[in-house]
């Protein structure tokens, strides 16, 4: 490609610039070869001239497409440079957020001052067993790339982390640390991975500092290694230590601290175990306020310290030694706070005895005063003749004493290290390791020292492992692929590393100076000077005499010569170390024992400190060898050439920390800062080597899917996408060295990728214009077709209205004729109707005239005839009447003659015998009523005796009065004037009467009237009550529907808060079961593990042991399970005393148990006794009254047929007089309502009295045949006369007998009537009741309508509250009601079935004892009769074995049984059969079979699971089983609540003697464990599916564009192989669960609770995958996703689990599918975006907005206001702070009882099962 054909218009490139380094600007002219300047335009519209050297041609670099920014990966860049590099990390970190970026293998992490919520435990788990590309950049994802490659090659591996001082190298490696230790956890129980973290804070607190560029600065390098055995667990931990900052204790810069832990002490120095230390605050000491400013904003040093100190108590360091530690650090506190006085000479100086700070020094150490004081301020001088002892300057002795101090701590550090290490180390063998490296960036400062210059020179070291191992990697990725490998030029820094420590290099001639008695630093700068001033990597500064420049890989760096040789030294005097070594405390002068020892032994090699201080020189007689100590750069290069043989022999990893400002403000980022870093750290130099090779790689599928859009139809139509990529390319790019063919991939040349882009972004915009074109030529045509519509439509409504402007003329015109012509013919009409009229008014006159003649004439005739009509009809029936009088009179004498005739013939027929004994028959009924009759009679009589009395005296008097008036009226007869005046008082008592009448008349048409008005204002009443009426059931049913409302809303509230609670209990208690399996697992394993150990000789455990440790796995059972205590306490001597103190609780449980249970049978035992002789009692009654009981009743039966009928008669009458009662007194609802309930009582009493009826009819009939028999039986033994028989036989009877028998007949009938008085005395009372309960109804009714017409006063809202309040005092008072009545029924049913549970058991022994001792008996017979009803009750459905057959049946039915086996049988056999068992033991009431069996099941389906742990269908198989054996043992319980659908036949199958509650529990403990292997084994087939199902699978084809990945996408944790899986093979997956559920019988609850989880599962799995990659949060998988989601809910749909609540979990994942296809721009976007993601947190929304990333440069990036937008409009929620959602999180379990409507007698056992020793009973 030509320069003409890149650098054209829209063309952006990047500028130098000195502010922001790089400068974007756009082309705005197209550049030709030879012009002089580029024409640029910037980002804020300013036009620039950029200036080519026409020489050179050197144009400005090109700027990546858009959509290539924001990569993952900084290789992936089309064009790789400087400017791309740092615009990439500066769009990722500021506007995404994103502080970890991949650049081929390293991982750049900027530092962002922010703690930032991306290091929980679940984003380890998401990253934990993902490939390094997979997901977005992060120190997870390089720890998991280590320990994968560690677990597949085998091979140790190394984490390089490098960066400068507050680059947050530290954090990088602690968070990696944290990884391995969650990942590889240690097997075994000494938490190794907690003694590894827990050494971090130690090391922080005598390591880190606070410098001017970090709080936290380490101030040495550190190498860890993390050992691991053959199963990747981590088992131990090495570390090495590299160049302490010594001079750090005794100097300090401004704003800069000591070490940690001097502060924290001080800190924590009012603490009572730390008076002894005489510290006070960190200002009071010398060493700790040399920086300014002793505290760090935001730390509390105090609790820091109480964090160091509980880290040395968990590696196992002592009180003692922590004591002694804290001891030294104070010493040396007191150390520096020294007063040294100078003397005048100032050649020597003096330090006072009194001096507090030397006396503490002397006592924390425990060494001598006096020679500590002497040897401070003097120096021993050696010789070949003699000893000098010289004085000392102050300035020397402060030299001195800085130098002991550092000599101090660093012997500290380093016995520190050493004990970390100690704890850290294993004895297991060590398989293989990961070692983290933190150590020192590449620095440069101001003044640059010794340290600066080993730090660098380590740098050096690394750079050059860094560029041969990238430089390997790109050729073995070429060869790989088959590609021609061209020698790539990279940076070789060898020649640096060769100036610095071959030989005569700068650190051996810094050696040799120091071994020149006099040597100086500006000496040995002139040596340097003189030696190496030809190297191209050595200067010297033309102003200075003392120092010299190295060119490093990363810049020059400028050294001071001053202090080299000391700090090279590091001299202390060997007096003072002579006094520590006496010193009295054993740690102190441990110390410094073994110096000796390690001057000729490296300090690396053990893992201790490789900068050991070294004591001061030795003096000429005891340089007997003439060996020199090693000096400080010495030692530090032999520990940096093992370290890199370390490296060398591993596998690295690189880790590069960037710190994006000076100032620690959180997400600032500074470019200048940024590119100095990058350009030492070497992550440029990685680009230039990538860059020099092919760095874009495209698979062929990809490169196919991106760029067919250039390809031609006919080239598509090929199926080798290899060759159509081909023709492509060698059309596109003419040059053919820009891209290379290999295996998979095509790789190109920088810039190519973005060429192709700009191709493919020019034929979209061709499209693009294309499609706007015809648009928009369309959207013309729609214009003027609308226009010419709308002028068509004016013109039609304009023509409209004139034709209707002349119709409405016409109309008009035409109308007007029409009514001219109606009104003429109306006047013409009228008059002619008017002579019409006329005439036919006089005629009709005329005609009615002659037809009333004629109608008289006939109205005359027609009377006659009626007057004739009614004479004839009276003759006429006269004349009948005359003749029936006389027929009658006829007829009457004549059946007079007959009736007399008649009774003469009777009453000579009643004299003869024949005729007495027919009357005689029934004479006991007749008697009996004639009695009843007569007595009746006798009562009328009397009755009508006294009213006769009466009525004969009251006649009397009448008759008198009468007689009286007779006699006045005659004498005053004569009287005339008296008849004149009773005229005259009748004539005023007619007017009176008249006048009464009319004012009657008068009264009842006003009452009438009034009447009618009552009436109407009666009808408004009752209207305006019926509108009341409905207005307040209105009101309240509003009322009610509000409060049911709040009610209900309180209700879900607290339903939800107690099912939440319930939910959490469950899960808790669940977590506890899955805990206990795990120990239960790790306890088996141990088990194992020792009988390995213990295989010298094999020894077989008895069989009460192996019982006893099978019931610690479950509780205490209810029944006896053991025998007594002795038995129990043989068990526990024979098992042993560990296992009998583990099981000691058991064992007191089960002995009072034995009590309890021994005082029961002494209770049924006496009770039994009590009930023998009652039965035995009851028997003898029966023999003896059964003769009395026959003759009785006969009696009985007479009884009960009189008093039969007497009821009914009574109840007929009583019926009709309360009806006649009912209807005169109230018609009311509530007397009816009672009226019916009485008569529904009658009637009930009528069928009682029926059906008594019906019982004295049998009755009858057996007493007759009983008493024929014994008759029968009599007549043949006796001659007795047959005269005194039953009055129904044919012979004679005397009178003697029959009066005998009329006596006895009189006294049942009094009986009878005493009876019958009784029985009518009852029923008075109960009509009585009835009553009562009438009136109180009535009393009800009418307050009640006293309470209305009471509201009907009141206002509305009164009679609201008023009807409220009665209506909740009625409801409070039923439900009070009902509650005692519910209370009293519990009671009644909990004493019924405590009743019931003992006289069954007292049955069951009575019988069985009665069944052995009556055997020999006489009542043979009935104990047959009883064993035959016993033999009733034992029904088919129980299966019988013997207890020695017990382990070969659950070896047939549990360990060896396949299901395949049982698959064409009933669902869930195995327990079917195992309940059967079950039965039959507790039908045969022996406990310990019931036991021992339940135990055995239990612990074999626990063995089968444990070695299927693997197999889903055997797992669900015994979930399934141990489901319905739970449900079983629920079901045939015999509690009623488990038992309202269990058939007849079914209650028969219920267990008898034991209750097995405690069972149930366990097997429900088991069935959560099964439920959570089941869950664990579908999560481990189906985890691996999930991501590449439902984010990279193209379920809709081409929908989504494909972006280049960049160099993560050949990432060597990837196998090789399509490991993709595409929705369907999910969804054949839980096809293939489902199916196996259902065909195995498990309870649909079950399957629909194992499909949420799995559902929950793939929700938050793929949610956290969107979360943590880049490249798939973008529109196209939105909608793949959204297709994804609708599939797997059509599946659910399809299964029939849409109730699952599976559906549901997945919404999540819905609203971010939904989030990505949302538009991002206004802010009724982030409302709509607010208001639809409820279910995502803020934390999640965000993410996902950062991460989102167009695929197409078309598509618009979210901007970072919009951003802010959504956190503002969500700043209210309480979301949870975790970003990722837990995949491992576990929805409590539920297992709803379930009945079988199997009946256990329809089953059939297979012969395949081999339980041929089964007997069915």
């Not at 102190?588 to 690396?604: G, M």
């Not at 059972?1117 to 042993?1136: F, P």
């Not at 309508?1345 to 409070?1372: D, K, S």
Request: with cysteine.
């Amino acid at each position: 490609m030509s320069v003409s054909e890149l650098y054209t218009k829209y063309t952006k490139v990047w500028i130098p610039d000195p502010d922001e380094v790089w400068r974007s600007g756009e082309i705005i002219k197209d550049y030709k070869e030879g012009d002089k300047s580029l024409h640029l335009k910037f980002e804020d519209d300013t036009l620039y001239e950029y200036p080519v050297d026409l020489k050179t041609n050197q144009l400005p670099f090109l700027r990546n497409p858009d959509i290539l920014v924001g990569e993952n990966d900084l290789t992936a860049l089309s064009y790789l440079h400087e400017p791309a590099v740092l615009h990439n990390l500066k769009v990722r970190f500021l506007e995404s957020n994103h502080i970890y970026t991949y650049c081929g293998i390293v991982l750049v992490a900027i530092n962002p001052y922010e703690q930032l919520p991306i290091y929980e435990q679940d984003v380890i788990y998401a990253y934990s067993g993902q490939n390094m590309g997979d997901m977005d950049p992060h120190i997870f994802a390089v720890a998991e790339e280590a320990y994968k490659q560690m677990a597949r090659d085998e091979k140790n591996q190394s984490i390089i982390v490098s960066g400068e001082s507050g680059a947050g190298k530290t954090v990088s490696a602690k968070y990696a640390m944290r990884f391995f230790a969650s990942v590889g956890g240690s097997a075994s129980e000494t938490n190794i991975e907690e003694k590894v973290l827990a050494s971090s804070p130690i090391m922080e607190a005598i390591g880190n500092a606070k410098t001017t560029r970090n709080d936290n600065s380490s101030r040495f390098g550190k190498y860890i290694q993390i050992g691991f055995d053959k199963r990747y667990h981590i088992i131990g931990a090495n570390m090495r230590t590299y160049l302490l900052e010594k001079s750090r204790v005794v100097f300090q810069a401004d704003d800069e601290r000591n070490y940690h832990i001097f502060y924290q002490l001080c800190a924590s120095a009012s603490l009572p175990e730390f008076k002894d230390l005489a510290l006070t605050c960190a200002e009071d000491f010398f060493y700790t306020t040399m920086g300014g400013d002793t505290t760090i904003d935001g730390v509390d040093d105090a609790d820091d310290f109480e964090k160091t100190r509980h880290a040395f108590t968990l590696l196992g360091v002592k009180e003692s030694h922590q004591m002694s530690i804290f001891k030294i650090i104070a010493s040396i506190l007191h150390l520096g706070n020294l007063e040294i006085q100078a003397e005048r000479d100032g050649e020597s100086c003096s330090i006072s005895k009194q001096d507090e700070h030397l006396n503490n020094f002397c006592r924390l150490l425990g060494v001598e005063h006096s020679q500590m004081e002497h040897w401070l301020c003097h120096r021993k001088l050696v010789t070949t003749a003699e000893t000098y002892i010289k004085p000392m300057s102050a300035q020397q002795v402060m030299n001195a004493r800085n130098a002991l101090a550092k000599h101090i701590y660093a012997q500290l550090f380093n016995w520190i290290v050493e004990h970390i290490n100690k704890a850290l180390h294993t004895t297991l063998k060590q398989h293989s390791f990961i070692g983290v490296l933190d150590i020192y960036g590449f620095e440069t400062f101001e003044v640059n020292s010794f340290e600066q210059f080993c730090i660098n020179y380590a740098n050096e070291k690394l750079q050059q492992q860094f560029n041969s191992h990238v430089f390997k990697l790109e050729q073995e990725e070429y060869m790989k692929e088959q590609i021609p490998w061209t020698l790539i030029d990279f940076y070789d820094n060898q020649p640096c590393i060769d100036l610095i420590e071959a030989k005569l290099g700068i650190l051996d001639l810094l050696d040799e100076e120091c071994k020149v008695p006099k040597g100086t630093d500006q000496n040995w700068a002139q040596k340097l000077y003189d030696r190496h001033s030809s190297s191209q990597h050595f200067q010297k500064p033309r102003m200075s005499n003392t120092s010299f420049i190295v060119v490093h890989f990363a810049d020059k760096v400028e050294y001071q010569s001053d202090g080299f040789l000391e700090k090279n030294r590091d001299t202390v005097y060997e007096e003072q170390i002579n006094i520590l070594k006496a010193s009295k405390y054993q740690m102190v002068a441990d110390l410094f024992q073994d110096e000796k020892d390690s001057v000729p032994a490296t300090p690396t090699i053990k893992g201790a400190a490789p900068k050991i201080s070294v004591r001061s020189a030795r003096p000429a007689m005891k340089a007997a060898n003439k060996e020199h100590k090693k000096t400080v750069g010495h030692q530090f290069r032999n520990s940096l050439h093992l370290l890199m043989e370390t490296l060398n022999a591993t596998t690295p990893h690189y880790v590069r920390c960037i710190k994006p400002n000076d100032e620690k403000l959180p997400f600032k980022f500074d470019p200048k800062r940024a590119v100095q870093q990058l350009r030492a750290c070497g992550v440029l130099e990685t680009i230039r080597i990538s860059a020099a090779g092919y760095p874009s790689r495209w698979s062929y599928h990809d490169f196919f899917n991106r760029y067919r859009v250039l390809m031609k139809k006919r080239e598509i139509s090929k199926n080798d996408k290899k060759l159509i990529c081909k023709t492509l390319l060698e059309n596109l790019i003419k040059d053919p060295d820009k891209f290379q063919f290999g295996r998979t991939k095509i790789f190109f040349r920088a810039g190519q990728v973005a060429y192709l882009e700009k191709l493919r972004a020019d034929k979209f915009r061709a499209a693009t214009i294309m499609i706007q074109k015809t648009v928009r030529g369309w959207l013309q045509r729609v214009k003027y077709r609308r226009m010419r519509n709308a002028a068509i439509t004016i013109q039609r409504y304009t023509r409209g209205h004139l034709a209707r402007r002349l119709v409405d003329y016409l109309r008009k015109t035409r109308a007007a004729i029409i009514f001219q012509k109606q009104y003429r013919m109306l006047r013409i009409l009228h008059a002619f109707q008017k002579i019409r009229n006329a005439t036919i008014t006089i005629q009709a006159f005329t005609r009615g005239m002659f037809v009333r003649k004629i109608y008289h004439k006939i109205l005359l005739e027609h009377k006659a005839a009626i007057i004739q009509k009614h004479a004839r009809a009276w003759l006429a029936r006269k004349r009948f009447l005359h003749f029936k009088c006389a027929a009658v009179v006829i007829q009457c004498y004549f059946r007079r003659m007959k009736a007399r005739k008649e009774l003469k013939k009777l009453k000579i027929e009643a004299r003869s015998a024949q005729h007495l004994k027919k009357l005689n028959i029934g004479m006991e009924n007749k008697v009996v009523q004639l009695q009843r009759k007569i007595d009746d009679q006798n009562k009328e009589y009397r009755h009508l005796n006294e009213q006769l009395s009466a009525l004969t005296s009251a006649y009397s008097t009448d008759v008198e009065k009468l007689k009286k008036e007779l006699e006045q009226y005659r004498q005053n007869r004569g009287d005339s004037n008296q008849l004149v005046n009773l005229k005259k008082e009748i004539e005023s008592l007619r007017l009176e009467l008249e006048k009464s009448h009319s004012e009657r008349k008068i009264i009842e048409d006003t009452y009438d009237k009034e009447k009618d008005l009552l009436r109407k204002r009666v009808s408004d009443l009752e209207e305006e009550n019926a509108l009341l009426k409905q207005e307040k059931e209105e009101l309240n049913n509003r009322i009610l529907c509000q409060s049911e409302d709040e009610f209900a809303q309180n209700t879900v509230k607290e339903n939800l808060l107690t099912k939440k609670e319930l939910e959490e209990e469950r899960s808790r208690y669940q977590n506890l079961v899955k805990e206990y399996s795990r120990l239960e697992q790790r306890y088996d394993n141990l088990r194992d593990e020792m009988t390995i150990i213990k295989t010298p000789g094999h020894r077989r455990n008895p069989s009460n042991q192996s019982s006893l440790e099978s019931d610690s796995n479950c509780p205490s059972v209810s029944t006896s399970e053991i025998g007594d205590t002795e038995d129990a306490i043989q068990q526990v001597e024979d098992v042993g005393l560990d296992k009998a103190a583990m099981d000691m609780t058991l064992f007191l449980k089960l002995q009072k148990r034995v009590r309890e249970l021994e005082q029961e049978r002494k209770k049924l035992q006496t009770q039994l006794e009590k009930k023998k002789s009652q039965v035995i009692e009851t028997k003898n009654e029966m023999d003896s009254d059964r003769d009395t009981d026959l003759a009785y009743n006969s009696l009985k039966r007479q009884e009960l047929e009189s008093e039969n009928k007497k009821l009914k008669n009574e109840l007929n009458e009583l019926r009709k007089t309360i009806v006649d009662r009912v209807t005169q007194n109230n018609s009311s609802s509530d007397v009816q309502d009672s009226y019916t309930l009485l008569l529904n009582q009658l009637k009930s009493a009528n069928e009682e009295l029926e059906v008594r009826k019906e019982e004295v009819l049998i009755l009858r009939a057996q007493i007759i045949k009983a008493a024929q028999q014994k008759d029968t039986g009599k007549n043949m033994d006796s001659n007795i006369n047959t005269y005194t028989s039953w009055p129904n036989s044919d012979k004679h009877v005397d009178a003697e007998d029959a009066i005998e028998a009329y006596h006895g007949v009189c006294q049942t009938n009094r009986l009878l009537e005493a009876q019958l008085q009784d029985q009518k005395r009852e029923h008075e009372e109960e009509v009585e009741t009835l009553k009562t309960q009438m009136e109180t109804l009535r009393e009800e009714m009418e307050k009640q309508q006293q309470a209305f017409f009471q509201t009907l006063q009141l206002p509305p809202e009164a009679q609201v509250e008023f009807g409220i309040q009665q209506e909740i005092a009625r409801l409070t008072n039923e439900n009070l009601d009902l509650k005692e009545l519910l209370e009293k029924l519990e009671k009644n049913e909990k004493k019924l079935k405590k009743q019931l549970k003992i006289y069954m058991k007292k049955v069951q022994d009575f019988e069985a004892t009665q069944a052995t001792a009556q055997t020999e008996r006489r009542r043979h017979e009935l104990t047959r009769q009883v064993t035959v009803q016993r033999k009733e009750k034992d029904f088919q459905g129980m299966l019988e074995y013997y207890k020695e057959d017990e382990p070969l049946l659950i070896r047939n039915l549990i360990t060896d049984l396949k299901p395949q086996t049982v698959s064409a049988t009933v669902p869930c056999l195995p327990a079917y059969i195992l309940y059967m068992c079950i039965r039959h033991a507790d039908y045969i009431n022996d406990d310990q079979k019931v036991h021992s069996l339940l135990t055995s099941t239990i612990n074999g389906i626990k063995k089968v699971l444990k070695k299927h742990n693997d197999d889903f269908q055997m797992t669900s198989f015994w979930l399934a089983n141990t489901c319905r054996l739970l449900h079983c043992l629920k079901q045939y319980s015999g509690d009623t609540g488990f038992m309202t659908q269990n058939t007849a036949k079914q209650n028969e199958h219920c267990l008898k003697n034991f209750d097995l509650t405690e069972y149930r529990q366990v097997l429900s403990d088991l069935s959560i464990q099964i439920y959570q292997q089941l869950f664990k084994i579908a999560e481990g087939m189906l985890q691996p599916m999930i991501v590449s199902a439902m984010l990279e699978s193209e379920s809709i084809q081409g929908l989504s564009g494909v972006k280049s990945m960049g160099y993560r996408n050949r990432s060597s944790s990837m196998v090789d192989g399509d490991n993709s899986y595409s929705l369907d093979a999910v969804i054949r997956q839980l096809n293939t669960f489902h199916s196996i559920m259902c065909d195995q019988g498990l309870d649909p609850e079950i399957i629909q609770q194992v499909f949420k989880q799995l559902f929950y599962m793939i929700n938050a799995v793929t949610l956290n995958n969107l979360l943590l990659r880049k490249d798939v949060c973008s529109w196209s998988t939105g909608m793949q996703l959204r297709y994804n989601i609708s599939q797997l809910e059509e599946w659910l749909r399809g299964k029939n689990l849409q109730q699952s609540g599976a559906a549901e979990t997945v919404e999540p994942l819905i609203q971010a599918a939904q989030l990505l296809q949302l538009k991002k721009k206004t802010s009724e976007d982030a409302e709509a975006i607010c208001s639809l993601c409820t279910s995502l947190s803020t934390q999640q929304i965000v993410k996902i907005l950062n991460l989102y990333t167009p695929v197409n440069e078309f598509e618009e990036r979210v901007t970072v206001a919009f951003i802010r937008n959504i956190q503002a409009n969500l700043q209210e929620r309480n979301d949870p702070p975790q970003l990722l959602l837990d995949y491992k999180y576990m929805f409590p379990v539920l297992f709803p009882f379930s009945p079988s409507s199997i009946t256990m007698d329809s089953i059939h056992i297979p012969a395949s099962l081999n339980l041929e020793f089964l007997n069915e009973v």
